[in-house]
């Protein structure tokens, strides 16, 4: 199964791993955009979820922020799934550079990976807005660290927010030079669970200039004309069954 994929992995050098939601979904984490995604469930507050994990709404009502983003966005006992697995082995090989990722639950740190960029930041991190201590997601699902559902700084008693990139909130600049520069120097770039709708993702693959071009997505993309293998299958069971 999947040769061209596995011949392509095996001549390569510099591979880099681009992921989205589609490589979360497998360890349970639902899609932002997909059918069941959580732009679709229903929340209690009837406002999209777009405004709700905004950055303006953030600094209006934290409170609501919080309870919100602590329900949908937080899955703590989440595990990663064959396709975390499997890049953490290639980087292991020396074959992969790095993973860049939209995502922001942290699976392929605990999959083993080293070299992570994300893009959106992480769930696992979240800091003090007046102080700057930081503190585990431990520490902001504890209710008794809370006020109402506002995490609050055990330091200085102030705000603490995710080091997650809100609607409305600016990326990491230096952290989108790093993804720019994976990108740019591999020999082989595959793209895995993403759509490639959504900024900054379909922006990445353009600054590719190596030899091969691989997309592994369960549905059609706009830039399948353009790669060298295209796999509509789920990234954990092709990524699986290639590196083993
Ligand atoms: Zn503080």
Redesign the pocket.
């Known amino acids: 199964m999947y040769e061209n994929l596995s011949e392509a992995i095996e001549s390569a050098n510099s591979i880099v791993f681009f992921g989205g939601a589609g490589v979360s979904t497998e360890s349970g984490i639902p899609d932002f955009r997909s059918e069941n995604g959580i732009y679709q469930a229903r929340n209690d507050y009837g406002r999209p979820p777009e405004e709700i994990i905004s950055l303006p709404f953030f600094k209006m009502n934290t409170d609501i922020f919080y309870d919100y983003y602590k329900k949908n966005l937080i899955y703590k006992d989440a595990q990663p799934n064959a396709a975390h697995i499997a890049l953490a082995k290639l980087e292991a090989a020396g074959k992969l550079k790095a993973v860049v990722t939209q995502n922001i639950d942290g699976l392929h740190q605990k999959g083993g990976s080293k070299n992570v960029i994300e893009v959106h930041g992480s769930v696992l991190r979240n800091n003090?807005?007046?102080?700057?201590?930081f503190y585990d997601v431990e520490y902001i699902l504890d209710p008794s660290n809370c006020k109402g559902s506002i995490p609050l700084?055990?330091?200085?008693?102030?705000i603490?927010k995710p080091d997650v990139i809100l609607y409305q909130e600016s990326l990491d600049s230096d952290i989108l030079t790093r993804a720019v520069e994976a990108v740019s120097t591999a020999d082989m770039l595959i793209v895995g669970g993403t759509s490639l709708v959504v900024y900054p993702a379909a922006g990445f693959i353009n600054y590719f200039k190596g030899g091969v071009l691989a997309l592994i997505n369960k549905s059609e993309t706009q830039y399948d004309r353009k790669a060298d293998i295209v796999i509509h299958e789920s990234i954990g069971l092709v990524l699986g069954s290639v590196v083993g």
């Open positions: 003090c807005l007046e102080c700057g201590a700084c055990r330091k200085c008693g102030g603490i």
